[in-house]
């Protein structure tokens, strides 16, 4: 689509230094924009449960480290948001504590073969926003490097990301499901 290589050549350059562009029309860029993107498609999920409507994420990535994206993910459990995490790697996220992350699932997959997808998933009211990402939830991703989101438009494609992490989440050999004391089960 035009969109997206309109971004990539501004994101290009802006790098380059020939330019100073900042506004995107499909992609979310890190430093300066991506925490502000995730925050407001968070956001958008605890309104809908707060109206008592479906709200849910779905993420997976290789790091969840970020103090602040964490605490909006607290507000958003609190809120009734309910929130499945695939974090292969460091986790500083509390899953399942009460009165805090009661809403919140966290599983690690570790197999044979190294994983390294990013991919998020709002239900925005049953008509799900699914972004794909260079960047972990790690406060390096979304403060000091170039990193960039992108959405998913493409309904057949955006079906298959889903199928994909939904068979992820039901792997009965590799998942393991991280407990609120820091232990994991099968």
């Known amino acids: 689509k035009e969109e997206y ?16 562009y900042s506004k995107w029309n499909k992609l979310g860029i ?9 925050y407001d498609y968070i956001e958008n999920e605890i309104l809908n449960a707060k109206a008592g409507k479906k709200a849910s994420i779905v993420a997976k990535m ?12 607290y ?3 609190q809120a009734g948001v309910k929130i499945k995490l695939i974090v292969r790697g460091i986790c500083c996220l509390i899953p399942e504590a009460k009165g805090i992350s009661e809403n919140i699932q966290v599983y690690s997959v ?14 925005n009211l049953g008509n799900k926003k699914v972004f794909l990402s260079s960047a972990d939830w790690m406060s390096r991703n979304l403060n000091r490097r170039v990193e960039i989101l992108f ?19 039901r792997d009965n050999v590799n998942l393991r499901k991280i407990k609120n004391d820091g232990s994991y089960e099968n």
């Open 110 to 123: 570790i197999g044979r073969f190294l994983e390294h997808s990013r991919v998020f998933i709002f239900n």
């Open 151 to 169: 959405p998913i438009e493409d309904e057949k494609c955006k079906n298959k990301v889903i199928d994909i992490i939904d068979i992820t989440l």
């Open 75 to 77: 507000d958003a459990s």
């Open 5 to 20: 290589c309109i971004d990539a050549s501004n994101l290009f350059n802006k790098l380059s230094g020939y330019s100073c």
């Open 30 to 38: 890190a430093p300066e924009y991506l925490r502000d993107d995730f």
């Open 62 to 73: 290789n790091s969840l480290a970020d103090k602040d994206l964490i605490e909006k993910l």
